[in-house]
């Protein structure tokens, strides 16, 4: 069926630490996975994408690295800050007939300072 | 910086009546839609359009809940009769072309039904 599975739910890391969120997907067709951050009380913000012709992308202290063999995808967050906490969602699309984003259940982050 | 314009922010009816949620993409996007959010939960896609055609509404509950974007401009997704469960966050989303482009997020509509 269209999901996406998130793991962990919740995740809760010192400041400094790294943060590591894991998400699969059932489509082989899917080829494009959005990460969104979303504070309390906010919208969901895109953060950082990927498309299926790249295996890796980063942008300073966030990456994401897709592994298309095995269905999954995973948000790398180096050196946490307290305005790192939130729940991060991601999301993958769906193509063909369906054509539409589908989203996790989305990971609590906090941070300790 | 563009934003999708979403109204009410906050909006409490009573169980059988009607409620309407209104959104306005950013300028020159094509492909609006309507997400449902539960406290907790990630978003769940009620209807997407392409401009002002309908491409998915699998998951709307097509007894009680209608959208329509006339013009293929804004939008109007409305509930009658509102049930306790629809409870949620309501949130309008827009994009350039479809869901392989980015998704730009208003800011919702908190509905509580009693």
């Known amino acids: 069926g269209e999901n996406v599975e998130q793991h962990p739910s919740t995740l809760s890391v010192q400041e400094g630490d790294s943060a590591v969120i894991k998400c699969t997907y059932s489509d082989s067709a899917s080829n494009y996975f959005p990460w969104y951050k979303q504070e309390l009380g906010k919208r969901p913000q895109l953060i950082i994408d990927i498309r299926s012709n790249v295996g890796e992308k980063k942008d300073q202290r966030i990456a994401v690295t897709l592994n298309k063999t095995a269905k999954h995808f995973s948000l790398h967050i180096t050196e946490t800050q307290p305005e790192d906490s939130a729940v991060y969602f991601c999301?993958?699309?769906?193509?063909?007939?369906?054509?539409?984003?589908?989203f996790g259940t989305g990971t609590l982050l906090a941070v300790q300072p | 910086e563009a934003e999708v314009a979403q109204s009410p922010r906050y909006k409490i009816t009573e169980k059988s009546q009607a409620v309407a949620f209104w959104c306005d993409p950013i300028?020159?996007?094509?492909?609006l839609y309507w997400y449902r959010q539960i406290l907790g939960q990630g978003p769940e896609l009620l209807v997407q359009f392409q401009d002002e055609s309908v491409v998915d509404d699998s998951q709307l509950p097509k007894d009680r809940f209608s959208a329509e974007r006339l013009k293929g401009v804004d939008s109007t997704l409305k509930i009658q009769p509102a049930e306790l469960g629809d409870s949620a966050m309501y949130l309008c989303?827009?994009?350039?072309?479809?869901?392989?482009?980015?998704?730009?997020f208003g800011n919702g509509t908190r509905l509580t039904v009693t």
């Open positions: 300028s020159g996007h094509a492909t």
């Open positions: 989303a827009s994009s350039l072309q479809g869901p392989a482009s980015p998704l730009h």
């Open positions: 999301a993958a699309r769906y193509g063909g007939a369906t054509n539409k984003l589908i």
